[in-house]
């Protein structure tokens, strides 16, 4: 019974990256002292610890005794958070009754706390029993719950839980449901938590290959941006397949079952291919009628996909205060519209007084409240001209690179390095500046454009992290390589890649297969 919950537990390794710190004996007692009684928990449960079976018994006893009299509010009003919480939704799955599956679902609608990790935990424990029960009446709310739940810590791992529930492929066959949208926005997430530490075991608990078929045999005529993303994550699930079927473990049964479902996706590879090339030119096109709901769906598709949002995302990211304008700036980011970069460009000039903001004394911390307007997205103005080169948009960055709030000098610090600077001899020696930054941030921005730029000492400070005793440096080193481009270090994670560390090892591939993918797609 405990299985399951042990598998998502799992999570900790990746969502919580101080986990990593484990490993080493002398920082342990540390890591757990910052960590909730809830978190310390689960993470015992999964180092092989058991419930305690006798304070099972006894709720299951209490609970047996209340609910033969019929009090089940009495039931529902003695479940409390805290560490008693798995040990009392555990009683009720083993009750089982009719009564204890209402309870446990209603549960579902409870904010039992403002921690958002714990709140997750107390999801999972209650999905997991809920599955248990094999109650697919419960779906729905389960469904409405994990959906809800999927941006926050854990999100992944509940979304996970949901999928592997007897009767999830039946929303899949009507996706233009509210409960169909529902289904795929978590199965996204399932499939999405694969490349963020779920274990590979979810594939066949899922049945994940027979999944994406159903939904392919389901798509209907049109394009469709939530169906698109699962399926250019199928890909990317294909992608990492063998590295993930390698971490089963030696069990026969496990690897075979994993490879029918990688087989039931491989078949299906050459359509999804040919759906997934046809899809950006279509979404671009519909992106100009659609309602707002259905934009922000067709933009995460499109910054999903590395596809440019042309010229209607190009409008919406121009329109003063619209919703939309940080999301659709991502999806002009790599657009070869060479009204792009100059419109960017008008938009800060025409909205932020750059030269004032730059003669005033740097800040180590930014301040309280926003120093730029809500309706201006300047850093993700700043952040968008980074696939805009040209001496003007380089004359912007450097300006902006001299804000007094390190938030904005960040963002522009960060758009440097992505081409051969126009003007070397004012790049170079700013950002040599913003290396000795009094804001981490404005620093570490700083030693990854120098890197990208391929500068000795900034790319000797990560192959020295990279090296690292300290596991938490080097994982956050192979993050920072993956998210800032930094294709010079390959050679250096290719050897990390076959690291004794499995997590290490994970972390090594996952960022070589993104800087993969950044470089097949290219910048569109």
Same mark, same amino acid.
């Given at each position: 019974m405990l299985h399951p919950l042990i598998v998502l537990i799992l999570l900790l390794l990746f969502v919580v990256p101080a986990l990593l710190l484990l490993a080493r004996r002398h920082r342990q007692q540390q890591l757990r002292e910052e960590l909730s009684p809830i978190t310390r928990q689960h993470i015992d449960l999964f180092q092989g610890g058991q419930l305690n079976e006798a304070a099972v018994e006894s709720a299951k006893a209490r609970f047996r005794e209340l609910l033969e009299r019929g009090e089940v509010a009495a039931v529902e009003n003695s479940l409390r958070a805290g560490v008693q919480y798995v040990v009392q939704v555990r009683a009720l799955t083993e009750l089982g009754t009719e009564d204890a599956g209402r309870i446990l679902e209603r549960q579902l609608q409870r904010r039992l706390t403002e921690d958002q990790i714990e709140q997750a935990w107390y999801w999972i424990d209650l999905a997991n029993g809920l599955r248990m029960l094999n109650r697919p009446q419960s779906l729905p709310h389960l469904l409405r719950t994990a959906d809800q739940a999927s941006d926050l810590p854990l999100g992944h791992f509940l979304a996970a839980e949901t999928i592997c529930f007897l009767g999830f492929s039946g929303y899949l066959r009507q996706p233009h449901t509210a409960l169909g949208r529902s289904a795929l926005r978590v199965l996204l997430r399932a499939i999405e938590g694969l490349r963020f530490g779920v274990p590979a075991n979810l594939v066949s608990e899922a049945r994940l290959g027979e999944l994406v078929e159903t939904l392919w045999d389901s798509r209907g005529g049109e394009i469709d941006p939530l169906v698109t993303r699962v399926f250019n994550e199928a890909m990317r699930f294909l992608r990492r397949s063998p590295h993930l079927g390698a971490s089963l473990g030696g069990e026969l049964s496990d690897q075979e079952t994993f490879d029918w479902q990688v087989s039931r996706l491989s078949a299906l590879e050459p359509s999804l291919s040919d759906y997934l090339y046809e899809a950006p030119e279509l979404l671009v096109d519909r992106l100009r009628y659609a309602n707002i709901d259905q934009q922000k769906e067709i933009l995460e598709t499109l910054i999903d996909l590395r596809a440019s949002g042309g010229d209607a995302a190009l409008k919406l990211a121009m329109t003063p205060n619209h919703p939309l304008a940080e999301l659709a700036l991502q999806a002009v980011t790599w657009s070869t519209n060479p009204r792009a970069g100059l419109m960017i460009r008008?938009?800060?000039?025409?909205?932020?007084?750059?030269?004032?903001?730059?003669?005033? +004394?740097?800040?180590?911390? *930014?301040?309280?409240?926003?120093?730029? *307007?809500?309706?201006?997205?300047?850093?993700?103005?700043?952040?968008?001209? /980074?696939?805009?080169?040209?001496?003007?948009?380089?004359?912007?960055?450097?300006?902006?690179?001299?804000?007094?709030?390190?938030?904005?000098?960040?963002?522009?610090?960060?758009?440097?390095?992505?081409?051969?600077?126009?003007?070397?001899?004012?790049?170079?020696?700013?950002?040599?500046?913003? +290396?000795?930054?009094?804001?981490?941030?404005?620093?570490?921005?700083? /030693?990854?454009?120098?890197?990208?730029?391929?500068?000795?000492?900034?790319?000797?400070?990560?192959?020295?992290?990279?090296?690292?005793?300290?596991?938490?440096?080097?994982?956050?080193?192979?993050?920072?390589?993956?998210a800032e481009g930094l294709t010079l270090l390959w050679p250096d994670l290719d050897r990390l890649a076959d690291s004794e560390n499995s997590d290490i090892a994970h972390h090594a591939r996952e960022a070589l297969e993104r800087m993969g993918e950044e470089l097949e797609t290219g910048r569109k």
């Open positions: 008008d938009r800060i000039l025409q909205s932020v007084a750059m030269l004032p903001r730059a003669q005033k +004394r740097p800040r180590s911390t *930014p301040p309280r409240r926003p120093s730029i *307007p809500a309706e201006v997205p300047y850093a993700a103005l700043l952040r968008a001209l /980074r696939g805009h080169p040209s001496p003007q948009t380089e004359a912007i960055l450097l300006l902006a690179a001299r804000d007094w709030d390190p938030t904005y000098r960040a963002a522009a610090i960060s758009s440097l390095g992505w081409w051969e600077p126009i003007a070397p001899g004012d790049v170079l020696p700013r950002l040599q500046e913003a +290396r000795r930054d009094s804001n981490t941030e404005v620093r570490q921005a700083a /030693r990854a454009a120098l890197a990208r730029l391929g500068e000795r000492q900034a790319l000797l400070w990560f192959r020295q992290t990279l090296t690292s005793e300290d596991p938490q440096k080097v994982f956050e080193a192979i993050q920072t390589i993956a």
